[in-house]
C-alpha cells in the first residue's frame, strides 16, 4: 500500500500565491509519474499537472504559465507552485501517483484533497 499525503491548501485572494505538497510513502519500488488533478461541484475530475520519472511534464492549458510542478525523487514528493490564482481555480486539489510496484504492476493512488479556495 501507498499513502499520499497533501499539504499547502488555503484560501488566497486573486493574483496570490499557494504551494501544494504531496509526500508518497509505502510499498514502492518506484514512481513513475506524479501529479495534481482537481474537482469543483458539477464538473469532472481535470488533470492540472504532471511530472514522469524522467521529469517531463504536462500542464493543463489553463495554468500554464502559472503554475510550476516539480519533484524531489529522494523524499518522492511533488509540488505545486501556484501563481496569478484566479477565481476558477477555486476547487479541491487531489494528488496523484502512478507506483511500480514489486510485484511488477503499477497502480494509481489517490491522496484524500486539500482545499484551495481564491477569494477576495
Known amino acids: 500500500q501507498v499513502q499520499l499525503v497533501e499539504s499547502g491548501g488555503g484560501l488566497v485572494q486573486p493574483g496570490g500565491s499557494l504551494r501544494l505538497s504531496c509526500a508518497a510513502s509505502?510499498?514502492?519500488?518506484?514512481?513513475?509519474?506524479m501529479g495534481w488533478y482537481r474537482r469543483t461541484p458539477g464538473k469532472q475530475r481535470e488533470l492540472v499537472a504532471l511530472?514522469?520519472?524522467?521529469?517531463?511534464?504536462v500542464y493543463n492549458d489553463s495554468v500554464k504559465g502559472r503554475f510550476t510542478i516539480s519533484r524531489d525523487n529522494a523524499k518522492n514528493t511533488v509540488y505545486l507552485q501556484m501563481n496569478k490564482l484566479k477565481p476558477e481555480d477555486t476547487a479541491v486539489y487531489y494528488c496523484?501517483?502512478?507506483?511500480?510496484?514489486?510485484?511488477?504492476?503499477?497502480?494509481?493512488?489517490w491522496g484524500q484533497g486539500t482545499q484551495v479556495t481564491v477569494s477576495s
Open positions: 496523484y501517483s502512478r507506483v511500480h510496484s514489486d510485484d511488477d504492476l503499477d497502480y494509481d493512488y
Open positions: 509505502g510499498s514502492i519500488f518506484s514512481i513513475d509519474a
Open positions: 511530472v514522469h520519472s524522467g521529469a517531463s511534464t
